[in-house]
């Protein structure tokens, strides 16, 4: 069956430091990779996601990329603000999409 | 463009009420429709998902129900709720068969039974 392994948290940095969120999967055929972002006390929101082998996806300075040969999508951010602080998802499914498959979850702080 | 709506957004119910919560979906028809559950500080679990009205799968034994009696409207209940209920609900919806399988979701739904 399809799994999702996330880093465990919570993170703590700095504003301004480098983030990396460490994701790995296991799944059956060529699944589509995301990574979602929550809030406190809101729902999830689709940050960024790849479709296949070696696509990089990106968003509000969030990065990506779809590595088949590690099954990985680490999430990257080179300088991360204060109000980055959230938890984040990562997941992948299948196209057909009936279920996506989550991982657990790392929560992020960001301090001053 | 497409919005998902919950209501209500916090719910406070004792122990063995009744529950309805609602989720409706504007802007795309026949979606794949989805309820979750999140304990505090853990992670998503799928409770029911749909492909179609009148059409449920149920992912886990328990107190719940769910029920789709419009393409665009999802509701999940209970006859009795346990303290066990509590948590932070989350509707979703996909484009199913076309889309690559990324799911939309509402702003939540925060129950908590005393």
């Known amino acids: 069956g399809n799994s999702v392994t996330q880093m465990e948290g919570p993170v703590t940095l700095s504003e301004e430091a480098f983030l990396t969120i460490n994701c790995t999967y296991t799944?059956?055929?060529?699944?589509?990779l995301f990574w979602y972002v929550q809030y406190p006390g809101e729902g999830l929101q689709l940050l960024l996601k790849?479709?296949?082998?070696?696509d990089k996806g990106s968003n509000k300075g969030f990065e990506a990329t779809y590595r088949k040969e590690t099954t990985s999508f680490h999430l990257e951010k080179g300088s991360v603000q204060v109000s980055d602080s959230a938890v984040y998802f990562c997941?992948?499914?299948?196209?057909?999409?009936?279920?996506?498959?989550f991982g657990t979850g790392t929560q992020l702080k960001v301090e001053l | 463009s497409q919005t998902i709506h919950q209501w209500p957004a916090t719910l406070v119910q004792p122990v063995g009420s009744p529950l309805s919560l609602e989720c409706t979906v504007e802007g795309t028809s026949n979606p794949n429709l989805y309820w979750y559950r999140q304990a505090a500080g853990r992670g998503l679990q799928l409770l029911f998902y749909?492909?179609?009205?009148?059409?449920i799968s149920s992912e886990v034994p328990q107190n719940l129900s769910a029920s789709r009696p419009q393409d665009r409207q999802f509701i999940l209940s209970s006859k009795k709720l346990l303290l066990s209920d509590s948590g932070f609900y989350l509707c979703a919806w996909s484009a199913g068969l076309a889309g690559v399988g990324e799911q939309f979701f509402g702003p939540g739904t925060r129950l908590t039974v005393l």
């Open positions: 799944a059956t055929g060529y699944p589509s």
């Open positions: 997941a992948l499914g299948t196209g057909g999409g009936n279920k996506l498959t």
């Open positions: 790849a479709t296949k082998a070696d």
């Open positions: 749909s492909v179609g009205i009148g059409q």
